[in-house]
């Protein structure tokens, strides 16, 4: 029984790497690859109580199969701490994946808006919904006022975005806007970011949009990057 739950156990541990490595491959749709995060936790919350049950019952009568019962029920704390702690911030965080500093008037997306395809979450900004969810978890994401020129404004907004790993999709100065793509760490999912800076003299603004592809909530990563860039473009 305890060599079973070794192996099971390895076999809970490969789960999370095998889901991420799939999804990022292509091998399967990143749906697959959250539902072998689920069977992961399943099997991992399987082993620790087995686990644990074995070592308790063979601790006197065959103390090295209850210490491997043991070793593979704690090997298993692993994915459940990691993936369950993932659970917990997506509890914590509305489902929605579609920020703003501008949840009047969000900046549009022309090239970026031709790249994704029906299968991506919509593009369009739905206020009635997204805007009161935002403002209640993120107050923070807020617009940039800057004593900067409009061609100054500019310029650092694609230093920053580069600097901070964005692709730069499309810019266009006249208009002040600017499109980026991001590609997260973790799943290599595409993330779109749309900047404008807009205004005259004085009072020149700068507003962000990040909008995830896929996926009903993004676990605070929009509000995130958003405001990643915000504390880089004033350090500036």
């Not at 690859?33 to 070592?55: C, E, H, K, P, R």
């Not at 090997?75 to 993932?86: R, V």
């Not at 600097?163 to 208009?175: A, K, M, P, R, S």
């Amino acid at each position: 029984m305890s060599v079973w739950l070794q192996r099971l156990s390895y076999l809970a541990i490969l789960g999370f790497p095998l889901s991420v490595l799939g999804t990022r491959l292509g091998l399967f749709h990143f749906r697959v690859g959250f539902t072998g995060l689920s069977y992961t936790v399943y099997l991992s919350l399987a082993v620790l109580v087995l686990g644990l049950i074995v070592a308790y019952v063979k601790r006197s009568s065959n103390s090295v199969e209850s210490k491997v019962a043991r070793n593979a029920a704690l090997l298993c704390l692993l994915p459940i701490i990691g993936i369950g702690s993932q659970l917990i911030t997506a509890q914590n965080v509305p489902p929605i994946h579609n920020i703003t500093t501008d949840t009047e008037n969000p900046p549009l997306f022309a090239k970026i808006a031709e790249i994704r395809t029906v299968e991506h979450n919509p593009i369009a900004y739905d206020k009635e919904s997204m805007a009161p969810l935002q403002l209640e978890f993120y107050p923070d994401v807020k617009t940039i006022i800057t004593s900067l020129s409009k061609k100054e404004a500019h310029d650092r907004a694609i230093a920053v975005a580069k600097d901070l790993g964005w692709e730069i999709v499309d810019q266009n100065y006249f208009t002040g806007m600017i499109e980026a793509t991001e590609t997260t760490l973790l799943w290599g999912f595409k993330d779109d970011i749309a900047i404008r800076v807009d205004g005259h003299g004085k009072d020149i603004a700068v507003d962000l949009r990040s909008v995830s592809r896929v996926g009903q909530s993004d676990l605070g990563t929009n509000a995130k990057r958003i405001n990643t860039f915000i504390a880089a473009f004033n350090q500036e």
